[in-house]
């Protein structure tokens, strides 16, 4: 942005973004059951074989408008534990159009951005379900603790494109 253009460039990134997002959020509630499958592969295999829950099973319980209530349901011992999922993993969409609505990013850039920052938003879900599963018990003690984690959640995909699209360390050092 160049000093004396206003706000016209603000608010077309502005708007590419939320077009892009009213079309990638919905997309991706459609994709949900995939990526929820290998969620539960991924956290099934972390919470057996290395903190040694008996997770016997896991699946899918595919609900709601565009899978927007779909439900992650692993077997401890044979006993389901269901948690609903959808709100934590959407934050990967926001992220995307970011990404792509930003205005000047040459293309090695953008796809660093989206290839890091999905990579780092897709570990954070399995580390959030990784421990809301195993230590369930004290978190049901202290309801705040996922409220924050949740919100967190929700600004990551920001935070990870500020940093991602427009800082950049060697930028830095070469003035």
């Known amino acids: 942005m160049k000093p004396g ?6 608010v077309q990134m502005a708007l590419r973004f939320l077009a892009l997002a009213a079309f990638l959020v919905p997309l991706w509630w459609l994709l949900v059951p995939v990526y929820g499958w290998l969620l539960v592969q991924g956290c099934g295999v972390v919470l057996r074989s290395l903190l040694g829950m008996p997770i016997t099973a896991g699946t899918i319980e595919v609900s709601g408008i565009l899978n927007t209530e779909s439900l992650l349901v692993l077997y401890v011992d044979d006993q389901a534990t269901r948690m609903k999922f959808v709100q934590l993993v959407t ?3 926001p992220l995307v159009a970011l990404v792509l609505a930003t205005p000047g990013l040459v293309w090695r850039r953008r796809l660093g951005a989206l290839l890091l920052g999905g990579a780092l938003l897709c570990l954070g879900h399995v580390l959030f379900i990784i421990l809301a599963l195993r230590f369930s018990d004290a978190l049901q003690q202290r309801p705040e603790i996922p ?19 427009y800082w ?8």
């Not at 253009?5 to 603000?10: R, S, T």
């Not at 409220?147 to 699209?165: D, E, K, R, V």
């Not at 950049?168 to 003035?175: E, F, M, V």
């Open 91 to 93: 934050n990967l969409p």
């Open 5 to 10: 253009d206003g706000l016209k460039p603000i």
């Open 147 to 165: 409220t924050a984690l949740a919100q967190f959640s929700l600004t990551l995909p920001f935070l990870l494109w500020i940093m991602l699209a």
């Open 168 to 175: 950049c360390p060697s930028d830095r050092a070469t003035k």
